[in-house]
């Protein structure tokens, strides 16, 4: 196989280093055609990331990166893209839309869940009420991306007594 020739290493963009990294790993080297084949991916789209500084759609990162077992994170940080978001839980979801809300309405939303949660769980034999926030949304808030929620969560329970 034939070595790929480009201009220096210096003034290759970041993607066309990781691409060529790759190739070069192998003994003996991949060519392009190589890749293309490997990965389904245009010869000639390979070539503009190589030559051009070209860089590829999201679609085409994730195709590498399975097809080449790349890292997946490397690969869009190289071609400029931010890595997608994973989809989140329900709880994480529903955590996110209270970390949004003003103060007055995240408490009628926590006075609403606690009686929720009362009605399921009845409150400690010696008829102690349940201190808001109950456990099922004291879970949620350890799972919580947002660090504010739950401080402001405490904080309206304690004014809510």
């Given at each position: 196989m034939s070595r790929v020739v480009l201009?220096?290493?210096e003034e290759l963009g970041p993607f066309a280093r990781l691409v060529l990294d790759y190739l070069y790993s192998f003994r003996p080297t991949k060519s392009v055609s190589d890749l293309a084949r490997e990965t389904g991916i245009a010869k000639q789209t390979i070539w503009d990331w190589l030559h051009y500084d070209r860089v590829p759609r999201?679609?085409?990162?994730?195709l590498l990166a399975k097809r080449t077992g790349l890292d997946r994170a490397a690969l869009y940080a190289a071609a400029g893209h931010r890595l997608p978001r994973p989809p989140l839980s329900a709880t994480e979801e529903a955590v996110e839309v209270l970390a949004?809300?003003?103060?007055e309405e995240l408490l009628r939303v926590l006075a609403h869940l606690h009686r929720l949660v009362e009605a399921v769980e009845p409150p400690a034999a010696d008829d102690e009420p349940?201190?808001?926030?109950?456990?099922?949304?004291?879970h949620a808030l350890q799972v919580a991306p947002s660090a504010e929620l739950p401080v402001r969560v405490a904080r309206l329970s304690a004014a809510a007594r």
């Open positions: 201009r220096p290493w999201r679609q085409t990162v994730d949004r809300l003003p103060e349940v201190d808001p926030p109950p456990r099922a949304l004291r």
